[in-house]
């Protein structure tokens, strides 16, 4: 028992080390950029599972109550459509971080990502009409979009937590995703006539690049909407922006970890 005693000691500060690890340490030299794009992946990856030491929440999947997607472009789009309960999934796996941009006085982040594959599938009201073919149904749908480019853009300002920690308080926050391909399918289309159906779902699929060009605007807005507070959240909680990104003088002089 004895000699288990300092094993026991030195895992317990062991873990409080690691407990009290920050969630970004980036200092303010030549990788700050990529080192803020790793530690921001990072993040996006844990979502997966969450981190509650960390204040990262699980948002893989995601359940979106309601997103209405109405647009009328012309001769290309004239809908009225709403999803209910949608669930998406697959945005935290597998992605990998393509470039990174981090500017510390704008508190301005750019992080280009790809995702595999991003899953979407739930409720659906829809009508209207897409090119020629005049378009109704309710019912159940899915949609994948893979080979996912994702450009991820934020800007802060410096704020002060309630504790005296100067914090990064999110001002804007957008993400745009691009697909290199897309499928989907609307189930009961036309009160459940297959035959129609069948001829919109083909349509939709043949012709996604024009479709997705019109929504995509009301889509990222509403990405971006749904995980803003989420990042405000964690900005606000888990970072100190004295201890996290220290200047290269303090960074030097830290002890070796």
């Known amino acids: ?52 030491e960390h204040g990262v929440p699980k948002l893989d999947p995601i359940l979106v109550p309601l997103m209405p997607m109405s ?21 935290t ?25 991003v899953h979407f599938h739930g409720s659906y009201k829809i009508n209207g009409k897409i090119l020629w073919l005049p378009i109704w149904g309710e019912g159940t749908s899915w949609m994948k979009m893979t080979d996912v480019g994702e450009v991820w853009h934020m800007r802060a300002e410096r704020a002060v937590a309630e504790d005296g920690r100067p914090y990064m308080q999110l001002k804007e926050y957008t993400s745009t995703l691009s697909p290199g391909a897309m499928a989907v399918h609307y189930d009961n289309l036309f009160g459940g006539n297959w035959v129609l159906g069948q001829g919109a779902n083909t349509l939709i699929n043949s012709q996604w690049k024009v479709i997705y060009q019109q929504l995509q605007p009301l889509s990222d807005g509403h990405f971006s909407a749904i995980m803003r507070p989420y990042w405000a959240d964690i900005f606000k909680q888990q970072v100190d922006l004295d201890r996290d990104f220290p200047a290269p003088a303090a960074a030097a002089a830290a002890p070796a970890p």
């Open 93 to 117: 796996h597998d992605v990998t971080l393509k470039s990174a941009k981090f500017d510390y006085d704008k508190l301005e982040a750019t992080l280009e990502l790809h995702r595999p594959l």
């Open 1 to 52: 028992m004895e000699t288990a005693r300092p094993l026991l000691a030195v895992l317990a500060v062991l873990a409080a080390a690691a407990a009290a690890e920050p969630l970004v340490h980036c200092p303010r030299d030549d990788r700050l950029g990529q080192c803020v794009g790793e530690a921001f992946l990072r993040i996006i990856r844990s979502m997966a599972t969450g981190d509650p």
């Open 71 to 91: 647009k009328n472009a012309g001769k290309v789009l004239n809908l009225n459509m709403t999803f209910v309960n949608l669930t998406i999934e697959d945005i």
